[in-house]
C-alpha cells in the first residue's frame, strides 16, 4: 500500500526558511516523478515544483527561484527547501506523483507551513 507522509512545516516569519520532507513507501518511487503541491485556505490545491526520476526540476512562477525541490532515491524521499518565505506561501503543503491530470495518488495529511510575524 501506497504511503506518502508530509513532515517539517511550521510557523516561520516572512523572510525565513523550512524544509519540508516526503517519505513515500509502497513501492520503488525513483523512476517517477515527484511533486509537491500546496492548498491555501478556501483556495483550490496547486501544483509548486516536480522533480523527475532523472533529476530535472521544475517550479510554478511564484515559488521559482525561492524553493528548490531535490530527491533521495535510497531513502525513498523528497524534500521542498523554501528560502525568503512570504505570507502567501501559507498553506497546507502536499507531495504526490504528478500526472498529466493530477496525481497518481491518495492525498496524504499534509504538512502546515504558516508564515507570519
Known amino acids: 500500500q501506497v504511503q506518502l507522509v508530509e513532515s517539517g512545516g511550521c510557523l516561520v516569519q516572512p523572510g525565513g526558511s523550512l524544509r519540508l520532507s516526503c517519505a513515500a513507501s509502497?513501492?520503488?518511487?525513483?523512476?517517477?516523478?515527484m511533486g509537491w503541491y500546496r492548498q491555501a485556505a478556501g483556495k483550490q490545491r496547486e501544483w509548486v515544483a516536480s522533480?523527475?526520476?532523472?533529476?530535472?526540476?521544475s517550479y510554478a512562477d511564484s515559488v521559482k527561484g525561492r524553493f528548490a525541490i531535490s530527491r533521495d532515491n535510497a531513502k525513498n524521499t523528497v524534500y521542498l527547501q523554501m528560502n525568503s518565505l512570504k505570507a502567501e506561501d501559507t498553506a497546507v503543503y502536499y507531495c504526490?506523483?504528478?500526472?498529466?491530470?493530477?496525481?497518481?495518488?491518495?492525498w496524504g495529511p499534509g504538512t502546515q507551513v504558516t508564515v507570519s510575524s
Open positions: 504526490n506523483v504528478p500526472t498529466i491530470t493530477g496525481a497518481l495518488y491518495g
Open positions: 509502497g513501492r520503488n518511487f525513483s523512476p517517477l516523478a
Open positions: 522533480i523527475t526520476g532523472g533529476m530535472r526540476t
